[in-house]
């Protein structure tokens, strides 16, 4: 059975940019949920999507979005990028995104901003 | 709110113990705990519900307190394969999992 994949590994662009993160969770896996990891922050939640719906979401600007499509794959859009974005973004998915499923991490974006 | 874990981090020997704390300002449904070695995906360890119970993953193990909204991983006997960042994360009302800051453990021969 395949893992979380996300694509692109990683990405450089520049302030003003905006860039779009892709993730395809396990295969029947309905939930997605996206982090942003930076050093001595740890991971910081940003959303969740189960069945095409935003469930939940984290205390980020607007600037930050997502959105998944039927098949479950999610995609998550930056715009207007400043350096502090600079992060490993990791996507996870699980079944139904329940608080006592375990999440299935994705290896990462690392995206770098200049 | 994110959970708070102490230490931020540890040194150990091959065969010495550890505990990791994690602690909340919330009440919690339950606790998460993960392993993130260097360069690669955090990956699952246990989750505690409600209740007090203590679960164990080979000679690791934690424990729940929801009346303190603290839980703490033991880990038994250190191997050099436990080193890595360690992350609690926490769930409460609002249904997200929250993840702490991060325990850096690492395990010298």
């Known amino acids: 059975k395949a893992g979380v994949t996300q694509t692109p590994r990683y990405l450089i662009k520049t302030r003003g940019q905006q860039v779009t993160l892709s993730c395809s969770p396990i295969s029947g896996h309905r939930s997605v949920s996206w982090y942003q990891q930076t050093p001595g922050q740890g991971l910081q939640f940003l959303f969740e999507?189960?069945?095409?719906?935003?469930?939940n979401k984290g205390n980020f600007p607007g600037r930050f979005s997502g959105r998944q499509f039927s098949n479950s794959r999610s995609e998550m859009n930056v715009s207007t990028l400043e350096l502090g974005d600079s992060a490993l973004y990791l996507c996870?998915?699980?079944?139904?995104?329940?608080?006592?499923?375990?999440?299935?991490f994705g290896s990462g974006t690392q995206l770098s901003v200049l | 709110q994110q959970p708070v874990q102490s230490p931020q981090a540890v040194i150990l020997r091959e065969g010495e113990d550890a505990v990791i704390n994690c602690s909340s300002s919330k009440a919690l449904y339950s606790v998460h705990w993960y392993r993130q070695k260097h360069g690669e995906a955090p990956v699952f360890l246990m989750i505690l519900l409600k209740g007090g119970e203590q679960k164990g993953h080979e000679k690791i193990s934690a424990s729940f307190n929801e009346k303190k909204q603290q839980s703490s991983l033991y880990l038994t006997a250190s191997q050099l394969s436990y080193s890595g960042t360690y992350f609690c994360?926490?769930?409460?009302?609002?249904?997200?999992?929250?993840f702490g800051q991060g325990t850096t453990l690492q395990v010298k021969p």
């Open positions: 996870a998915s699980s079944l139904r995104g329940a608080t006592n499923e375990k999440l299935f």
């Open positions: 999507y189960f069945s095409e719906t935003q469930r």
């Open positions: 994360g926490t769930v409460s009302n609002t249904g997200k999992l929250i």
